[in-house]
C-alpha cells in the first residue's frame, strides 16, 4: 500500500470477497471494526457498498481520515489486527486496499475501479463546478444571509459550497463527464 504522507484528507477504498453464506455476519462484523476505528483520532466516517444481488459478493468498504498519519494509527493498529483476525473466516481472499488525497476522491466512480484522471482535467473540472456554485450561492443564498456579519457570511457560503461539492456536485459531475476524464 502507497500512501502520500500529506497533511489532506485520506480516502482508502477496501474491496474483499465475501464466503456464501457468510454476509449476515461479516455485516456485524463490519459494524464492530467500523465501531473499533471510530475511537481513533482523525476519523471521519465509513460507507458500505454492498454487492449487487446475484453479483459477486464484494463488498466495498470506503474509510476517511482527515490526514496520513491518524490512518496510519489505525491501519497499523492492534485493534484493527485484532478485528482482522477475527473476520478471516468470514472472507475469501485478502483485502484489496487503495486509497486516495485530497480532491482525486471527487473524481471516483462509484462501483467502478480508482483510476486517478489527469490533474488537469480534475482542475478545470473543479474550477468550472465552483464558478457555477459561487455564482449560484452568492446569487440565492447571500441575499438570504446578508444582515451577518462579513466573516459570518463567508462561513456560511464557504461550508455550504464544500458540502454540495463533495456530495452533490462533483459526484454528478465526474460522471457526466467520465468519458473525457477516463479517456485512454
Known amino acids: 500500500m502507497q500512501i502520500q504522507q500529506e497533511e489532506q ?31 481513533y ?8 457498498i454492498r454487492p449487487q444481488p446475484g453479483g459477486r ?12 498519519e491518524n490512518l496510519k494509527a489505525w491501519m497499523t493498529s492492534r485493534d484493527r489486527e485484532y478485528w482482522l483476525k477475527k473476520g478471516k473466516h468470514l472472507v ?24 486517478t484522471p489527469p490533474r488537469y482535467k ?8 465552483v464558478f457555477v456554485l459561487i455564482n449560484l450561492l ?14 459570518m457570511i463567508s462561513l456560511v457560503i464557504t461550508v455550504t459550497m464544500v458540502l454540495l461539492l463533495t456530495y452533490v456536485v462533483m459526484p454528478r459531475v465526474s460522471r457526466l463527464f467520465s468519458k473525457w476524464l477516463y479517456a485512454k
Open 92 to 115: 475469501e481472499s485478502e483485502p484489496h486496499v487503495q486509497e486516495i488525497c485530497g480532491l482525486e476522491a471527487w473524481f471516483s466512480l462509484p462501483g467502478q475501479p480508482l483510476k
Open 57 to 68: 459478493p464484494e463488498y466495498v468498504i470506503i474509510l476517511r481520515f482527515n490526514n496520513y
Open 41 to 48: 483520532f482523525g476519523y471521519l466516517g465509513t460507507n458500505l
Open 138 to 151: 452568492n446569487t440565492f443564498l447571500v441575499p438570504l444571509i446578508r444582515g451577518l456579519p462579513p466573516l
Open 9 to 39: 484528507f485520506v480516502t482508502v477504498v477496501i474491496s474483499q470477497l465475501v464466503k456464501p453464506g457468510c454476509e449476515q455476519d461479516y455485516e456485524i462484523w463490519m459494524k464492530e471494526i467500523i465501531g473499533a476505528a471510530k475511537t
Open 122 to 129: 480534475m482542475a478545470l473540472l473543479t474550477w468550472g463546478s
